[in-house]
């Protein structure tokens, strides 16, 4: 982990960082997209196959650029094991009762903030630096993504929760959760969404929402002012580069024939 506590810091002092959401595991891909110098990046666990030994070597290979991990959900193992891989901090889906939101926290952070015990992994620099690290290690970022209609609607509470940095808002999943249309035209949406970022704002939270590359007119997002965006995936960039290619060599072939 690199620089702890000025990521948190600029995270949470910035508007619209940009990072890209990684769900291949070779380290490659993440190496090359951090040339391109995004804020910085953020690993997909949740929707992909990629684990926590493809997490280290993403890691080790975007350095020094920040890296989130969103993980498969409230499992407290995996944090532990998550957070070790020197993460700059993690993002947990699923999470829709102010107890789940407390036992991530708890999972997250080293007493006397929780109950996270702390192996000599990478983080700690394979123990060779950990006393350094248990100075550090409470400030990996404990962001909760709110995504259904029971997180919806124990939202005040949720987001009272101590001790959390930040809230994820996933528009996919939590407009089919309440039944309304994504669309950035859609009062219902619109007011969910609004709701989310005041409610998270009110108790100085991080905020972050997703945007896939495709979006042509982010506009409504950018006004907002969320603190990050994830913006578009690594598959996402190559169907998206591949298909408008494809399509624009044949238009070029067909009008040669």
Not at 47 to 71: C, F, T, W
Not at 89 to 112: L, M, Q
């Amino acid at each position: 982990m690199t620089n702890a506590s000025s990521f948190p810091d600029k995270l949470k002092n910035s508007k619209l960082l940009l990072a890209p959401l990684i769900s291949i595991g070779d380290s490659s891909v993440s190496e090359m997209i951090s040339l391109l110098s995004p804020d910085f990046l953020i690993v997909d666990m949740e929707h992909s196959v990629i684990g926590v030994s493809d997490l280290q070597d993403i890691i080790m290979a975007a350095k020094p650029m920040e890296v989130l991990a969103r993980i498969r959900g409230l499992e407290k193992n995996e944090i532990k094991k998550v957070l070790d891989t020197g993460v700059s901090g993690i993002i947990i889906p699923g999470i829709e009762t102010a107890k789940e939101a407390a036992d991530a926290v708890a999972y997250s952070k080293i007493a006397p903030h929780g109950v996270r015990g702390v192996g000599p992994g990478r983080a700690s620099r394979y123990g060779y630096g950990f006393s350094e690290y248990l100075k550090e290690a409470n400030t990996q970022l404990v962001i909760i993504q709110i995504e259904t209609r029971k997180a919806y609607e124990n939202l005040i509470d949720v987001l009272s929760v101590s001790g959390l940095d930040g809230c994820f808002i996933g528009p996919v999943d939590l407009s089919a959760a309440l039944g309304i249309e994504l669309s950035w035209e859609n009062n219902d949406f619109v007011s969910a969404v609004d709701k989310i970022l005041q409610e998270s704002r009110k108790r100085n939270l991080v905020t972050g929402i997703y945007s896939p590359l495709a979006n042509r007119n982010p506009t409504a997002i950018l006004s907002r002012g969320f603190n990050f965006i994830m913006f578009g995936a690594d598959r996402e960039a190559i169907q998206l580069e591949y298909r408008n290619s494809l399509e624009s060599i044949r238009k070029m072939a067909s009008s040669l024939m």
